[in-house]
């Protein structure tokens, strides 16, 4: 099984980037995908996934307004597209499975990880 992320950069305060994060060899349930970040220094958060009970984006709150998870079923993807980026969200962006569907918002729910993407914010 494996999670390749791609799209992230060096961008300035208040611009947009997307991350997108594609899985092979095994296919994940609709709420079984999801993002998390890590900052130097700290530890690694969650930032957007899907509900479980009906399959609706939830986010971190610092996520929320500025940031949308989309879900791929066919292709087996999930991206996040990021705007109004402030420096607080640089970090290393994790996209994360979970094999049986029912992800979540702790870390410990996911098996699989992608090797990160450095998205770094400017000021």
């Known amino acids: 099984v494996q999670l390749q992320a791609s799209g992230g950069g060096l961008v300035q305060v208040g611009d947009s980037l997307k991350l997108h994060c594609a899985a092979s060899?095994?296919?994940?349930?609709?709420?079984?995908m999801a993002w998390f970040r890590q900052a130097p220094g700290k530890e690694r958060e969650f930032v957007a996934g899907?509900?479980?009970?009906?399959?609706?984006?939830r986010y971190a709150e610092s996520a929320k307004g500025r940031f949308i998870i989309s879900r791929d079923n066919a292709k087996n993807t999930v991206d996040l597209q990021m705007n109004s980026l402030k420096p607080e969200d640089t970090a290393v962006y994790y996209c994360?499975?979970?094999?049986?569907?029912?992800?979540?918002?702790?870390?410990?729910?996911?098996?699989?990880w992608g090797q990160g993407t450095q998205v770094t914010v400017s000021s």
């Open positions: 899907f509900t479980w009970t009906n399959g609706n984006p």
């Open positions: 060899g095994l296919t994940f349930g609709p709420s079984g």
């Open positions: 994360a499975a979970d094999r049986d569907g029912y992800g979540g918002t702790g870390r410990r729910a996911y098996e699989y």
